[in-house]
């Protein structure tokens, strides 16, 4: 083809004149040049890279497995959060570490049993995103998309440097590795001085915080009123202090279930009903630096519906001990004209069932009767009828079946 092209420039020679020869020659050395140019475009391309040796796979990795001649078992795969691959006829293949050579041997290997010699070939189809997380004592924690060659240094400088007044030979630099679970820990101080042994890199996935010596650095996330990062003292590192340096708890939030993550991926749910709502010192859980305190908004919901003035759903605190006077209070009392206070419905769902009640609130107001003024509980619809309407047998049946919809929704 190439002889073809060159034909095509030069012609017959007889019929051309020696400046038309200078030409092609001009031409043809800058195609020379160009085809240069492209090889080394596409040599030098990521796409073109030889990545089979060196790239080693992890979670959010797409690839693509070709077995020739069976395209039954070829495909793309996305290499879910557990980092376990299931392949056709295979099975779970733990992919995440690997590199794509290994893998396409462990998938032949694995063909092996149904297919007399598989050919197997993986490539990588969409690489992940190479991100580290960095947290503690930097301006600006969070997670960074990382650069070839990072190390602890390039890792701070991408989050804004140090705190104020943080001083690096005080501060220990705890790399958390996400391949092997492995904690390394460096004197922030040497790494700032240069030295190359403390200053290690930084691979994707890897948690970097800066331990601020006397002081822990804590997340308060969720339903407080300054979510953030703040630095607590080591003899005060107590889940009620953190709160308190957030501003405190907002009034939705789930104070009994507080959630509270470590940096080796460890986890316990605290308790402080005692503690905020009757000023008991219960909580006896030490933080740890890095430590993530998560307050959860309250699923507990109550339902208040009927001949209200503000019908809806409203939040049940945290030990909130809640009457039936008080959830008509929270829809701003019932309907003057036309709400019927002789014959309010609840129906409570416990463990699939329903339980119907009907309570008299008049017998409650004028005669003081407490057992008209049921506690309500997470989870209850009450139901203020028409008055003109007080057949029970229809409002309860009307009640019932607006809590099977509502219900799983409101606790």
Not at 1 to 25: A, D, F, K
Not at 163 to 173: H, I, K, L
Not at 369 to 380: F, L, M, T, V, Y
Request: charge should be neutral.
């Amino acid at each position: 083809m190439m002889s073809s092209y060159l034909s095509g420039l030069v012609g017959n020679s007889n019929m051309r004149q020696p400046t038309q020869s200078i030409e092609v020659c001009k031409r043809l050395s800058r195609l020379s040049i160009l085809a240069a140019a492209v090889c080394l475009l596409l040599a030098s391309s990521p796409a073109f890279a030889d990545t089979s040796y060196s790239y080693r796979l992890g979670p959010e990795d797409v690839v693509t497995l070709t077995v020739m001649g069976h395209p039954e078992f070829s495909g793309e795969f996305l290499i879910p959060t557990d980092g376990s691959l299931t392949l056709p006829s295979i099975g779970a293949v733990k992919a995440a570490g690997m590199t794509l050579d290994e893998l396409a041997a462990t998938a032949t290997q694995g063909l092996k049993e149904r297919l007399k010699s598989p050919e197997v070939t993986v490539s990588l189809r969409t690489p992940r995103m190479q991100r580290i997380y960095v947290l503690g004592a930097v301006n600006t924690p969070g997670q960074f998309d990382v650069k070839p060659g990072w190390r602890i240094a390039e890792a701070i400088a991408a989050a804004g440097g140090l705190t104020p007044r943080t001083e690096p030979a005080d501060c220990e630099a705890v790399i958390l590795r996400s391949a092997t679970d492995r904690k390394e820990v460096r004197n922030l101080g040497e790494v700032m001085r240069g030295d190359s042994e403390a200053n290690l890199p930084v691979e994707s996935g890897d948690v970097l915080t800066i331990d601020a010596g006397e002081t822990l650095p804590v997340y308060v996330m969720g339903r407080v009123t300054n979510p953030g990062l703040y630095r607590i003292r080591k003899a005060e590192a107590g889940v009620l202090e953190a709160l308190t340096l957030a501003g405190g708890t907002m009034e939705d939030a789930a104070i009994s279930a507080i959630r509270i993550t470590r940096l080796s991926g460890a986890s316990e749910t605290v308790n402080l009903t005692s503690s905020i709502v009757d000023s008991q010192q219960t909580s006896k859980v030490k933080l740890q630096s890095g430590d993530l305190v998560l307050v959860p908004e309250t699923k507990a919901r109550v339902a208040v519906l009927g001949y209200v003035t503000q019908p809806g759903f409203y939040p049940l605190k945290d030990g909130q001990k809640l009457m039936l006077s008080d959830a008509l209070g929270l829809a701003k009392g019932v309907d003057n004209r036309r709400g019927q206070m002789g014959a309010i419905a609840i129906v409570r769902t416990e463990n699939g069932k329903q339980q119907n009640m009907v309570f008299d609130m008049n017998r409650f107001l004028k005669k003081g009767d407490a057992s008209q003024n049921p506690e309500i509980k997470p989870g209850d619809v009450v139901y203020v009828a028409e008055t003109r309407k007080p057949e029970l047998t229809s409002i309860l049946q009307a009640v019932s079946t607006a809590a099977i919809l509502i219900n799983p929704f409101i606790r």
